[in-house]
């Protein structure tokens, strides 16, 4: 077993500390410290360490900067009302970043490492866990291939890393029902490519259609399938959900995993929870016309999107290049605040868990 060797960093004042953790943002205020462990063809995975957080060093000729072999994942660290602190499914990540690591040749990290690696980090900077409501400590782990070699193959040396992140709302309304462009220009992922997996490439693939929907006044891009450019598939970093009733019970329906949606980990936590809450589930083909159809006609009752960063976050229009459509006045519903209580609640340690996602540490 590896053993990690620290490296301690200078810590910040608690004043400078207070000072970030007032109005973090997202993504944009980073702790002290991190974690990183190097792997060769020749060795394994070898030099656990926690150092400073700072500056990586890399040859022009790293692999990562050419072919595109990078892969992360994004998790939360969550301060507790006992004063613990609490991972959300920290296993959904590790086993996720290991099927996207074997879509992109790259090696799988042990899940045990990678629980290691991330309470490393977690236990040294325990002081940036925030402990306002709706804040949280955003952890980022992440492999990059570091063979210095331009050659078209797999690397043989590879940096695993985790950085940590205190984050506020992700979007700068709060909770407010956000509005979304339907993109029918630009696909996020087609059949046989990486559409299943959190690679680097997948985000830098959306950009373009993202800075088409602000250029629209939206705060989201919603892809279609690539082949038709008919069915819903997912947003540029959330997966999506339509919400009917169903009888006087109200029924979920999400795209199928169909190979180019990312399976999110909160994705299948609200499925979980929405049969344990005695709601319906459909995974199942939902195309743009439906989905506008049933908002005009009523028919639709709401519709969130959810992702780690955002957890769960109603949408109130969306736009295209044929106009706009509303979802039940642009208002949030009962069952997406419902459903975002309920996960909030676990991974905040204020309600029951029923199903052993939380993990504690005192």
């Not at 642009?330 to 340690?349: F, K, L, N, W």
Request: net charge negative; hydrophobic share 40%.
């Amino acid at each position: 077993m590896l053993e990690f060797d620290i490296v301690p960093a200078p810590r910040r004042s608690a004043e400078e500390r207070a000072a970030l953790l007032g109005d973090p943002g997202f993504g944009r205020v980073f702790t002290d410290h991190m974690v990183t462990i190097r792997y060769a063809d020749t060795k394994g995975w070898y030099d656990a360490r926690l150092v400073p957080f700072g500056p990586l060093s890399l040859s022009p000729a790293t692999a990562a900067l050419h072919y595109g072999q990078e892969i992360f994942e994004g998790l939360k660290a969550y301060a507790m009302p006992d004063g613990g602190v609490a991972l959300f499914r920290p296993e959904a990540n590790a086993r996720r970043l290991n099927a996207t690591a074997v879509r992109l040749a790259m090696p799988e990290l042990p899940e045990e490492l990678f629980l290691r690696a991330v309470w490393t980090l977690v236990d040294a900077d325990r002081d940036w866990v925030p402990t306002r409501p709706g804040q949280s400590l955003y952890l980022r782990p992440f492999m990059i291939a570091t063979d210095p070699f331009l050659g078209v193959r797999p690397s043989s040396e590879y940096l695993f890393a985790v950085i940590a992140s205190p984050a506020g709302s992700y979007f700068a309304g709060g909770a407010k029902p956000v509005t979304v462009w339907v993109s029918e220009d630009y696909s996020r992922a087609a059949p046989g490519g990486t559409g299943a997996v959190k690679t680097a490439a997948n985000y830098a693939a959306s950009l373009l259609a993202q800075a088409q929907a602000q250029e629209a006044g939206c705060d989201q891009v919603v892809f279609l399938d690539a082949v038709e450019k008919r069915w819903i598939e997912e947003s540029g970093s959330m997966n999506l959900f339509f919400v009917y009733d169903d009888g006087g019970v109200p029924l979920l329906v999400t795209p199928p995993l169909n190979g180019s949606i990312l399976p999110g980990v909160t994705r299948d936590s609200v499925l979980r929870l929405a049969e344990h809450l005695g709601y319906g589930v459909a995974e199942r083909p939902y195309s743009q016309a439906e989905w506008r159809a049933d908002a005009e006609s009523g028919k639709l009752r709401e519709t969130f999107a959810c992702g780690t960063g955002v957890v769960i976050t109603s949408i109130g229009t969306a736009r295209t290049k044929d106009g706009e459509f509303t979802i039940a006045g642009a208002t949030e519903g009962p069952v997406t605040s419902t459903i975002r209580d309920a996960i909030v609640g676990i991974q905040r340690g204020l309600a029951e868990d029923p199903f052993g996602w939380s993990r504690r540490r005192p």
